[in-house]
């Protein structure tokens, strides 16, 4: 079973960026969707942005145009380009291995991203 380990969270001030990666620990090329999930305090996880192994992508309407998710199927890794961070941006950020039909069926363990006002 693929486990899942993100790195790269932090403070930043905003406007600041971050980039996120997530290491599987086997390949990621037959992983249909590959998510960024995120958790705020008090909040419901929500959905960032996908990508599928075709390489498509969709992003929540509060990241569009200030995230990109793109994956290395070479290096097992998926990462997450945040650009023009915003405090409302803050959260523990998860990446999860996912299927088209039938939800996701691997998390990583989080990485906690801060943007300071």
């Known amino acids: 079973q693929v486990q899942l380990v993100e790195s790269g969270g932090g403070l930043v001030q905003a406007g600041g960026s971050l980039r996120l990666s997530c290491a599987a620990s086997?390949?990621?090329?037959?992983?249909?969707?590959l998510d960024w999930y995120r958790q705020a305090p008090g909040k419901q996880r929500e959905l960032v942005t996908s990508?599928?192994?075709?390489?498509?992508?969709d992003y929540a309407d509060s990241v569009k145009g200030r995230f990109t998710i793109s994956r290395d199927n070479a290096k097992n890794t998926v990462y997450l380009q945040m650009n023009s961070l915003k405090p409302e941006d803050t959260a523990v950020y998860y990446c999860?291995?996912?299927?088209?039909?039938?939800?996701?069926?691997?998390w990583g363990q989080g990485t906690q991203v801060t943007v300071s006002s």
């Open positions: 999860a291995a996912c299927r088209r039909v039938g939800g996701c069926y691997a």
């Open positions: 990508i599928t192994s075709g390489g498509n992508t």
């Open positions: 086997g390949t990621i090329f037959s992983i249909s969707v």
